[in-house]
């Protein structure tokens, strides 16, 4: 059975652009989470989506934004990029809210020079 | 707001030695944590603990939880290389929202 995959595994982007990142979750799983690992902050919770609806969110500002599509597939978007958003994004799968496991994916490296 | 500290934050030890990593968290949570991370590459789930008192064991590792004390252990018996990773605990706050400890990075030398 496939795991979670993310795409691209890296992204170069210039400061005040916009990045999207791409995650499809484990085959059944219904919901999504996004994190952030940037050098020096750790790893940090981002969004999460179930059934397409964004049901929890950190403490980043609006220019992070997602969605979920009908096939439970996400995307990150990052508006006017900052240097400070060069980090890992993670992402994870669970099979719905009840579920307290959560599937890890290998990652996006954003790089914003 | 919820808390997790990790110690320690690095640790280099030799083959074959025992050693703990702690992890403390400030609020109550009902679900505890371990992943295991390698050099640029994604969190791999090590145990997930639901209880007060629970133990998991899976080869040298064991790790274990004190939902009173908020506190998880993560033992390593009789270290080898391989087990060279960074190495995180989390808990559950609300709605699912994992938050992290900073990670003990653990180097094990022949």
């Known amino acids: 059975e496939a795991g979670v995959t993310q795409s691209p595994t890296h992204l170069i982007k210039t400061r005040g652009q916009q990045a999207t990142l791409r995650c499809s979750p484990i085959?059944?799983?219904?919901?999504v989470y996004w994190y952030q690992q940037a050098l020096g902050l750790g790893l940090q919770f981002l969004l999460w989506?179930?059934?397409?609806?964004?049901?929890n969110r950190g403490n980043f500002p609006p220019r992070f934004s997602g969605r979920q599509f009908p096939n439970y597939s996400s995307e990150l978007n990052v508006n006017a990029l900052e240097l400070e958003d060069s980090a890992l994004y993670l992402c994870?799968?669970?099979?719905?809210?009840?579920?307290?496991?959560?599937?890890f994916g290998p990652g996006t490296r954003l790089t914003v020079t | 707001e919820l808390k997790v500290e990790q110690n320690p934050l690095f640790l280099s030890m030799q083959e074959g030695k025992n050693y703990t990593i702690y992890c403390n968290y400030s609020?109550?949570?009902?679900?505890l944590y371990w992943y295991r991370q390698d050099p640029g590459k994604s969190l791999e789930s090590l145990f997930v603990l639901l209880s007060n008192g629970a133990v998991k064991q899976e080869g040298r590792l064991m790790a274990s939880l004190d939902t009173k004390a908020r506190l998880s252990t993560l033992h390593i018996t009789a270290a080898v290389h391989d087990l060279s990773a960074t190495y995180f605990c989390?808990?559950?706050?609300?709605?699912?929202?994992?938050?992290f400890g900073q990670g003990t990075r653990l180097t094990i030398n022949p």
């Open positions: 989390a808990v559950v706050r609300e709605a699912q929202k994992l938050v």
């Open positions: 609020t109550t949570s009902d679900r």
């Open positions: 085959s059944g799983h219904t919901s």
């Open positions: 989506y179930d059934e397409g609806e964004e049901r």
């Open positions: 994870a799968s669970s099979a719905g809210t009840g579920a307290y496991e959560q599937y």
